[in-house]
């Protein structure tokens, strides 16, 4: 199995940045991709951005282009998503999720971006 531990999420104004952690720890070694997802409160889980383990491949949602950035600390098991410009619909609970033999998923962390 794979465990997964979010962390940085908080109470920022519209503007502002945050950055969101993952460590990952267990069976990290089936792990070829890691990213995050968000859900808004009434809204489904939506994907929001992934890197492959080499860091050589990031994906982004449209929403979220241009000012968030994906990255990852291989020797720390860690993956990181740095958020600019934050807006008041990037309010959501962020996940954590790693893709190997099985997908998992973190426990969350709640992004508030106040107007």
């Known amino acids: 199995q794979v465990q997964l531990v979010e962390s940085g999420g908080g109470l920022v104004q519209a503007g502002g940045s945050l950055r969101l952690s993952c460590a990952a720890s267990g069976r990290t070694f089936s792990i070829y991709r890691m990213g995050w997802a968000r859900q808004a409160p009434g809204k489904e889980r939506e994907f929001v951005a992934s890197i492959r383990r080499s860091g050589d491949s990031t994906l982004y949602a449209d929403s979220v282009k241009g000012r968030f950035t994906i990255s990852r600390d291989n020797a720390k098991n860690v993956v990181y998503l740095q958020m600019n410009s934050l807006k008041p619909e990037d309010t959501a609970v962020y996940y954590c999720?790693?893709?190997?033999?099985?997908?998992?998923w973190g426990q969350g962390t709640q992004v508030t971006v106040s107007s």
């Open positions: 999720k790693s893709y190997g033999d099985y997908d998992y």
